[in-house]
């Protein structure tokens, strides 16, 4: 529970960094193999002379086990894992010595608020000592990743900031969106989106070049036994391009989950997959494209790709009869359909003082009649969790992985005893049977009964009111929508939503009774729709009726469209 909350705010802060956290067990076994090296054998290569621990590796690739396990379950095969993990590290390392050829500093202020706010974020200091602690970290190495992640997501930053596009470039990017990514919005409202949209693919661009140059000078040696056959090799060489067992891996892990673990189909998929690339890039070198030899292979072949697709879609010379036959064949898909802007808020109904003293009282009166011995009926009778199908089993937990205060009765708990009182959590209320304890490793058996507390009638009558009450001053602007959330903590989400008649609402998901509710609703009257145990506030400040499309109107949108099936029906020769 806690150690899912505290997972979370470590994360990853650009898309080529993955966080070196995993769960304690993990970490533990990590240990138990580190303790069996002398203290000179702990690290496991020399980057440019530097120490790189295992201890960075093994947490690496304990991260990418946890995250592909979740696709693969016990299909994964952690061989490609560890050469992934592997070359992560090296890309880390060597990320962090270009932040400090561009002088990039991280001020200690930045690091301690980080600190501070996953800290308080766990609201227990000594069970935050506890977590890390189980993960290998002391609070000074903790520290360290944090400044290393700010480091790199400055290092990123900053190159992206030094991107100057020119007005060629602006045109171009602009002409080959315009009419998807842009909406047909001319250049000059979408200017600064298409100036960012470039800043981020150049930047990123800029930033493999140089760490492809970091990694063909890097020197790599002292490598431990048991990573060598990790290193970076050749594993298909055709036609000039080189795939290394770092691209052939990322590739098989995709593989593997859409074969459903079948390694052999798997392998097949992927050397396709390669043969195609490679096609697509000759045929794109045979028109004159080029592409920097300095970009990382799969950054390369994504390039070849576009420009190719883009070269054939500049070669095609639609007639306007071409274009008529496209629109009637496909004029569904222009037709505008009834769609709607508003402003929602999401309330959420909890639970009044009323409604968790009721469950205080049943957890109490089960307390009174369950022992050791009819525990589990009793689970199976009145628990509200999702282990209630198996007695209320929990199985075998360690200190971080519960919330507080169920951790500390469960393990202050006598062994073979039900904790003597109804234990209160932000679940409801829970009697723990301490099953058993390892004091060695520091873990607990225990099984539960959760009795959650029911919303009554009364506090959904009560939160209606509140509501309703609510409603009148927005809509007779008293108070703006925007504000209402403030001082409030039943308000999940507030912000403007486009709703389509599909009953999807951009950033809440489908939602079809709430869409047809607020598409009927008139423009501008503030009103409200409970579904379960949420109530909705909503003002309709934009509506759009349905309008069949004339070609006139959508013209080119309709040529681009066409221009792109046709230029995808051309790709395929060369897939």
Not at 24 to 45: E, H, I, P, Q, T
Not at 284 to 312: H, S, T, W
Not at 373 to 394: D, H, I, M, R, V
Request: hydrophobic fraction near 35%; avoid cysteine.
């Amino acid at each position: 529970m806690a150690i899912r909350k505290f997972r979370k705010h470590i994360k990853p802060f650009i898309w080529f960094i993955t966080v070196l956290f995993i769960l304690s067990s993990g970490m533990l076994a990590y240990m138990n193999v580190r303790s069996s090296y002398d203290r000179s054998n702990v690290y496991a290569f020399k980057l440019d002379g530097e120490k790189v621990s295992k201890m960075e590796v093994e947490r690496t690739k304990n991260n990418l086990v946890q995250g592909y396990s979740r696709f693969l379950g016990d299909k994964l095969d952690k061989k490609l894992i560890e050469v992934l993990a592997f070359d992560e590290v090296i890309n880390r390392n060597l990320t962090l010595e270009i932040a400090d050829e561009l002088n990039i500093k991280v001020p200690n202020k930045e690091v301690n608020a980080q600190y501070d706010s996953i800290e308080k974020s766990i609201g227990n200091k000594e069970q935050f000592k506890r977590m890390l602690a189980a993960q290998g970290y002391t609070k000074k190495t903790f520290k360290q990743d944090i400044k290393n992640n700010i480091l790199i997501e400055k290092t990123f930053q900053k190159i992206k900031e030094g991107v100057v596009p020119t007005d060629e470039e602006i045109q171009r990017e602009y002409e080959n969106g315009v009419a998807t990514l842009y909406d047909g919005k001319s250049l000059d409202e979408v200017r600064d989106q298409v100036i960012n949209n470039l800043k981020e693919q150049k930047g990123m661009e800029e930033y493999l070049v140089l760490l492809k140059k970091s990694k063909d000078k890097v020197k790599i040696d002292s490598v431990s036994p048991e990573y060598e056959e990790l290193l970076a090799k050749v594993e298909i060489d055709k036609d000039g391009f080189k795939v290394t067992n770092i691209d052939f891996a990322k590739k098989m892990l995709n593989a593997l989950y859409v074969t459903n673990g079948d390694k052999e189909k798997a392998d097949l998929q992927v050397r396709e997959y390669y043969d195609n690339q490679i096609k697509i890039a000759k045929e794109a070198m045979k028109r004159g494209i080029v592409v920097p030899e300095d970009l990382p292979l799969e950054y390369r072949f994504e390039i070849f790709q576009r420009e190719l697709f883009n070269n054939i879609k500049s070669t095609i010379k639609p007639t306007d009869e071409e274009l008529k036959e496209y629109f009637n064949n496909n004029n569904l898909k222009y037709d505008i359909f009834p769609s709607a802007q508003a402003e929602i808020a999401k309330v959420q109904i909890e639970p009044s003082a009323e409604d968790k003293e009721i469950a205080k009282k049943q957890a109490e009166d089960i307390l009174k009649e369950a022992t050791p011995e009819n525990f589990k009926e009793k689970a199976k009778e009145y628990s509200t969790g999702p282990s209630a199908g198996n007695g209320g089993e929990l199985g075998w937990f360690s200190k971080g992985d519960m919330v507080e205060p169920f951790q500390k009765a469960a393990f202050e708990g006598e062994v073979g005893k039900i904790y003597p009182t109804p234990v209160e959590t932000v679940f409801g209320y829970h009697l723990i049977l301490v099953e058993d304890k390892n004091e060695k490793e520091d873990k607990v058996k225990a099984s539960h009964i959760l009795i959650s507390p029911k919303i009554s009638k009364k506090t959904v009558e009560d939160k209606e009111k509140d509501i309703e009450n609510l409603r009148e001053k927005i809509q007779n602007k008293e108070i703006e929508f925007k504000n209402i959330s403030k001082d409030r903590t039943d308000i999940v989400q507030n912000n403007s939503f486009r709703i389509n008649n599909a009953g999807y609402i951009s950033g809440l998901g489908y939602n079809e009774e709430l869409a047809k509710t607020i598409l009927d609703a008139p423009l501008n009257k503030v009103e409200s729709l409970k579904i379960d145990n949420e109530i909705y506030i909503f003002n309709k400040t934009e509506d759009v009726k349905y309008k069949k499309a004339k070609y006139e109107d959508v013209k080119d949108r309709v040529k681009e469209d066409y221009l792109n099936s046709k230029a995808q029906e051309e790709m395929k020769k060369y897939m």
